[in-house]
C-alpha cells in the first residue's frame, strides 16, 4: 500500500518536547510529498485503569494530540491532518499501521547520542525492522540543510533506497550523494556499476544533481561520517531481501549513529525495476 497516491505520513505522538520535533519533521515530509498526515497515538488502557481516573488518561491523550496538531499548522499551514487515539503498544500499533502508510515517523530515543549501548528493543529499531513501509528516525537535533545521502551497494534494496532518494531530493531541491563502499580486501572491478544504477533511479528526477563516490572502507562508518553534513540519509532495509523481520548491519549502524535523520526503506523493493 506504499506506493498509494492516498497513503499517509503516519508519526507516533508522545508526552515531550522531543516527540513535538518528530512531529513537526513528518509534517515538513507529508508536506514536501503532499500526503496527509495521521497523528497516532497509542493509548495504553492497562495503565490507564491503574491511574486516577480513566477519563483523565483520555483527556490527557487528546491533549497531546491537540497539542501535536498546533505543531503542524505552525510548520507546514493547510496540511491535512487527522488524529488517532489506538489502544495497544506504541510499535505494534505503528507497525500495524505502517501496512497501508506512505511513510511513518519515530524519534531515535536518544540512540545517536549513546555510543554503543543501543538495546535491540528500541523502539525506533523495532519499528525499522518490522514496519510495511519506510520508516523515518528523527534526531533531536535539527539536521544541516545539506545532500540527501544515500548507501548504494546493488541490492534490490540498496535501489529501492536509490530511487526514494531522489524524490526526497527533488522535494528538498537537494542534491543526491550516493555512496557505495567496497569493503578493505575486496576486489571492485565495476568501476561504471554506481553511475548506471544513479542514471536508472533518475529517471523520474532528471533535473535533481547527483553525485556518485565509490569508497573503500567500513561501509557503515563511511555512511555515518558522510551523514553528518546530510541532511537526510537514506539506507535500504536487508528485511526487504531474504528475511522481512530484519536489519542488515549498515541499515543497523547508520540507524544507531549517524546524527541526521535516517530514512530506513523497506516494502518498495517490488516497485524497483529488477527488484526481488
Known amino acids: 500500500m506504499t506506493g498509494s497516491t492516498d497513503a499517509p505520513v503516519v508519526v507516533g505522538v508522545g508526552p515531550t518536547p522531543a516527540d513535538l520535533a518528530v512531529v513537526r519533521l513528518a509534517a515538513r515530509e507529508a508536506a514536501a510529498h503532499g500526503r496527509e498526515l495521521t497523528l497516532l497515538h497509542a493509548f495504553n488502557w492497562e495503565a490507564a485503569l491503574a491511574g486516577p481516573t480513566v477519563a483523565g488518561t483520555r483527556d490527557a491523550a487528546e491533549e497531546l494530540v491537540a497539542r501535536a496538531a498546533t505543531a503542524v499548522n505552525e510548520v507546514a499551514p493547510g496540511l491535512p491532518v487527522s488524529g488517532e487515539i489506538v489502544e495497544g503498544a506504541p510499535v ?3 507497525v500495524r499501521r505502517s501496512g497501508t502508510a506512505f511513510l ?8 545517536a547520542g549513546c555510543g554503543g549501548c543501543v538495546p535491540a528493543d528500541a523502539p525506533a529499531v523495532q519499528l525499522a525492522a518490522r514496519a510495511g513501509c519506510p520508516v523515518l528516525v528523527v534526531r533531536p537535533e535539527p539536521p544541516p540543510p545539506g545532500p540527501v545521502l544515500v548507501g548504494v551497494d546493488g541490492s534490490p534494496s540498496s535501489r529501492a533506497a536509490l530511487v526514494f532518494a531522489f524524490g526526497c531530493a527533488a522535494r528538498r531541491r537537494a542534491r543526491v550523494i550516493a555512496v557505495r563502499v567496497v569493503e578493505p580486501g575486496r576486489p571492485d572491478d565495476c568501476d561504471d556499476v554506481l553511475d548506471a544504477l544513479v542514471a536508472q533511479a533518475r529517471r523520474h528526477h532528471p533535473d535533481v544533481p547527483a553525485e556518485c ?3 573503500r572502507g567500513d561501509p557503515g562508518a563511511v555512511l555515518v561520517e558522510q551523514s553528518r553534513s546530510a541532511q537526510l540519509a537514506l539506507v ?4 526487504d531481501e531474504p528475511g522481512r523481520g530484519m536489519l ?10 549517524s546524527p541526521a535523520p535516517v530514512i530506513v526503506v523497506r516494502g518498495l523493493v517490488s516497485a524497483v525495476p529488477g527488484g526481488a
Do not use: F, K, N, P
Open 213 to 215: 563516490h565509490t569508497v
Open 236 to 239: 535500504g532495509a536487508r528485511g
Open 92 to 94: 505494534g500499533v505503528l
Open 104 to 111: 511513518v515517523a519515530i524519534g531515535d530515543g536518544g540512540m
Open 248 to 257: 542488515g548491519e549498515v541499515s543497523q549502524t547508520l540507524l544507531y549513529h
